[in-house]
């Protein structure tokens, strides 16, 4: 049965996705369940390919595995090249957005519809010295731009300060599709996002943040994640209802996951 509009509960105008490469993997179904009863909108999965990024992380087998224990979007943020290899698997995989990054493909503009055709989201990675002059030609492909706040590798770095700036300037773009086109592009902040900086990031212009260590560092007394993604979502927007006031009854939550995916 699906609600009336009128008795659906408002959404949050800012999307928080907390980055799994702070989880313990050891427990990671548990840990995404955690951080969706907590009120998390997107699950953030970073890919890493000791090649690209100096690191390794996971792949499309365990986003498979995972994906059964969340109705929320699986954010995933390849950090790997070549690119296009990858996208049908973690498709198949029951990904809902898949990022790259532009230096890691020789044909953005082709991998940007690959991603389209197999049912994804969209979205482009920009590094800190990235210049946002990457997506001018790319705009109508775009559903998502991300803008790394830390040079991509590892969690637990401090935010770069600059950011802002370029957040400004990405919004701008942004919105200047909006009024053309009406479509919507979300702006998506990764690294060092913490409960005493969100407010000014989102007063910057961005609407969907990543935050790994701020989440998984702080867990409440019971294992969950209720206490810090209540403090981000208050400090993000402060004047929006609180969390546990905001959060849907979990009959209308399972069907606004399933919306979303
Ligand atoms: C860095 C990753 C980030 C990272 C964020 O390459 O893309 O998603 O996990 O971690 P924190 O929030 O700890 O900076
Ligand atoms: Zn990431």
Known sequence: MSLPATDLPTMP?????????SADFARLGEEVRAIEAAGADLVHFDVMDN?????????PLVCE????HVQIGIDVHLMVEPVDALIPLFAKAGANLISFHPEASRHVDRT?????????KA???FNPATPLSFMDHV???LDLVLLMSVNPGFGGQKFIPSTLDKLRAARRRIDAVKAETGRDIWLEVDGGVKVDNIAEIVAAGAD???????????PDNDGGYRNVMQTLRQNASPHAPSLRESLPPEGARSQLGAARR
């Not at 105008?13 to 490469?21: D, E, G, M, N």
């Not at 090649?51 to 792949?59: A, E, R």
């Open 112 to 120: 940007l519809q690959l991603i389209r055709d197999h049912g994804c």
């Open 13 to 21: 105008a800012i999307r928080i996705a907390p980055s799994i490469l």
């Open 208 to 218: 969907t943040l990543v935050a790994g260590s701020a989440v998984f560092g702080a």
């Open 65 to 68: 595995a995972i994906r059964p």
């Open 123 to 125: 979205g482009l990675v």
């Open 51 to 59: 090649h690209y990024v100096p690191n390794l992380t996971i792949g």
């Open 139 to 141: 705009m109508d492909k």
